[in-house]
Nanobody
Framework: EGQLVESGGGLVQAGGSLRLSCPAS????????IGWFRQAPGKEREGVSA????????YYADSVKGRFTISSDNAKNTVYLQMSGLKPEDTAFYYC??????????????????????WGQGTQVTVSS
């Protein structure tokens, strides 16, 4: 069974940066898509960014485009989310998740919670104003 363990969250001032890490195990990393999702208090979980590990295609929510960058290190079975220009509205619990979604499935499915079936426990990101 797939396992993912997020790390790198913390408290940062607005405008600052954080890098989240998501090492994965228990499945063939190169064949999977890895997504980052977040959930703020009182709000639904939403897709932030995703990557097709097999071909490197990346997807971003409009709210983070240009500020966040997703990448993968296939040798380490790890996906990263570099977050820059952080805003207070980015404050949330961040989760990474894995799916066997194919590389040509489109942004809708890459950003959909229901597409992903292996989930990490999450890491808190707090951005102060």
């Amino acid at each position: 069974e797939g396992q993912l363990v997020e790390s790198g969250g913390g408290l940062v001032q607005a405008g600052g940066s954080l890098r989240l890490s998501c090492p994965a195990s228990g499945f063939t990393f190169d064949d999977y898509a890895i997504g980052w999702f977040r959930q703020a208090p009182g709000k639904e979980r939403e897709g932030v960014s995703a990557i097709s590990v097999s071909d490197g295609s990346t997807y971003y929510a409009d709210s983070v485009k240009g500020r966040f960058t997703i990448s993968s290190d296939n040798a380490k079975n790890t996906v990263y989310l570099q977050m820059s220009g952080l805003k207070p509205e980015d404050t949330a619990f961040y989760y990474c998740a894995a799916s066997g979604l194919g590389p040509d499935s489109g942004k809708y499915y890459y950003m959909a919670i229901g597409t992903f079936y292996y989930w990490g426990q999450g890491t808190q990101v707090t951005v102060s104003s």
